[in-house]
């Protein structure tokens, strides 16, 4: 159960409703309140700008679908954010990860990863994650991979859901009813 009350999408303030429009007329769709959204929905001017933000981070950088969701997955494992694994860690796997990769990654592990972009996007999420830091080793390679533009955006997706999984924690978002648990205890 969430640490916040809930919020009726019918019956919403004047700039919670703003915050939801914005939300739903974005590349999300009718996603409604629920993971960080209904976070943000208490606190619509930091909402309006996280979901821009990250509607940006998430649809409109040059990486591929299956280089953002491992990075996205890393950082949810690190975290134990259970509605950021639960809902990203089947994206991955239809973006075409390997499902024992995020596997082993939502059990720490470091997965196998045949693609050098793959390992290069988990290498980076993790080292941030572990040391705060890259290697120089692990920045070198990732930069000739990916190029300055794309490592700068890879980095940022990285940052926004640390953002999100330190708000689903702190605030205890439940998953849906759809979603698989995937840190019981």
């Known amino acids: 159960m969430s640490r916040l009350s809930a919020?009726?999408?019918?019956?919403?303030a004047p700039d919670a409703q703003l915050f939801l429009d914005a939300l739903q007329s974005g590349p999300r769709g009718k996603i409604g309140l629920i993971g960080p959204f209904g976070v943000w929905a208490h606190a619509p001017t930091i909402g309006l700008a996280a979901q821009a933000f990250?509607?940006?981070?998430?649809?409109k950088?040059?990486?591929?679908?299956?280089?953002?969701?491992?990075a996205i997955c890393t950082v949810g494992a690190h975290y134990k954010a259970k509605f950021e694994f639960a809902a990203h860690g089947p994206m991955a796997i239809a973006a075409g990860v390997p499902a024992t990769a995020v596997d082993a990654i939502r059990l720490g592990k470091d997965p196998i990863l045949t693609e050098p972009a793959d390992r290069a996007s988990y290498r980076v999420a993790r080292e941030l994650m572990l040391e705060r830091r890259v290697s120089d080793a692990t920045f070198a390679d990732a930069?000739?991979?990916?190029?300055?533009?794309?490592?700068v955006e890879l980095v940022?997706?990285?940052?926004?859901?640390c953002m999100i999984s330190l708000t689903l924690n702190a605030f205890e978002v439940p998953l849906t009813a759809r979603m698989t648990d995937p840190f019981p205890g």
């Open 7 to 12: 919020l009726d999408e019918k019956n919403l």
């Open 54 to 59: 990250g509607g940006v981070a998430r649809f």
């Open 61 to 70: 950088t040059s990486l591929p679908e299956r280089v953002k969701e491992i």
């Open 143 to 151: 930069k000739a991979r990916f190029g300055e533009t794309a490592l």
């Open 156 to 161: 940022t997706i990285i940052g926004y859901y």
